[in-house]
Antibody
Framework: EVHLLESGGTLVQPGGSLRLSCVAS????????MSWVRQAPGKGLEWVSG????????YYADSVKGRLTISRDNPRNTLYLQMNSLRAEDTAVYYC????????????WGQGTLVTVSS | DIQMTQSPSSLSASVGDRVMITCRAS??????LNWYQQKPGKAPDLLIY???TLQSGVPSRFSGSGSGTDFTLTITNLQPEDFATYSC?????????FGQGTKLEIK
């Protein structure tokens, strides 16, 4: 059974930094692309970033480009999201999701971790 | 970016009803359209991908149709566990974008 477990969400001040982690189990992590999707309180889902299986290709939403960095450690079965220069509008639950490609969809999701950016 | 617009934003229905939720893309996305179900406080679950293919384990009362810019999620014989928020998502091009969601409530 696929299992994704996020951690690292907390309260952080505007301009601060944070690193989220997502530990995967139940599948061959190194064979799948992965993504981060977020959901602000009471709002819809927003794709944030994605990384291919080997970590060689990364993709970002314009709203986070230059501030958030996705990466992965395949031997540790872990996906990361380094978050810098955080803004109030980054406040959201952040989900990691297994990204199946061609056709593309998100077929497994973690339970999410809450990031709150506030002074 | 491709904009995804769902209608209605909310919907009230009764157990046993048939409901339809529509999703419109701002440009043609072929059939690269996925549907997710989300219950309060939980992560989304994949229901349908490439417009009409049911994800493994999803009941057959769920179905999807459409291509190009207009898509529909249909739920027949509504069950109590189906009351949730439904979101469409285009996977035609990055950045992937979602609809704003349709909240299905019990009448």
């Amino acid at each position: 059974e696929v299992h994704l477990l996020e951690s690292g969400g907390t309260l952080v001040q505007p301009g601060g930094s944070l690193r989220l982690s997502c530990v995967a189990s139940g599948f061959t992590f190194s064979s799948y692309a992965m993504s981060w999707v977020r959901q602000a309180p009471g709002k819809g889902l927003e794709w944030v970033s994605g990384v291919y299986d080997d970590g060689g290709s990364t993709y970002y939403a314009d709203s986070v480009k230059g501030r958030l960095t996705i990466s992965r450690d395949n031997p540790r079965n872990t996906l990361y999201l380094q978050m810098n220069s955080l803004r109030a509008e980054d406040t959201a639950v952040y989900y990691c999701a297994r990204w199946v490609g061609l056709p593309s969809y998100f077929d497994s999701w973690g339970q999410g971790t809450l990031v709150t950016v506030s002074s | 970016d491709i904009q995804m617009t769902q209608s209605p934003s909310s919907l009230s229905a009764s157990v046993g009803d048939r409901v339809m939720i529509t999703c419109r893309a701002s440009q043609s996305i072929s059939n690269y359209l996925n549907w997710y179900q989300q219950k309060p406080g939980k992560a989304p679950d994949l229901l349908i991908y490439v417009a009409s293919t049911l994800q493994s384990g999803v009941p057959s009362r769920f179905s999807g149709s459409g291509s190009g810019t207009d898509f529909t999620l249909t739920i027949t014989n509504l069950q109590p566990e189906d009351f949730a928020t439904y979101s469409c998502q285009q996977s035609y091009s990055l950045p992937y974008t979602f609809g704003q969601g349709t909240k299905l409530e019990i009448k």
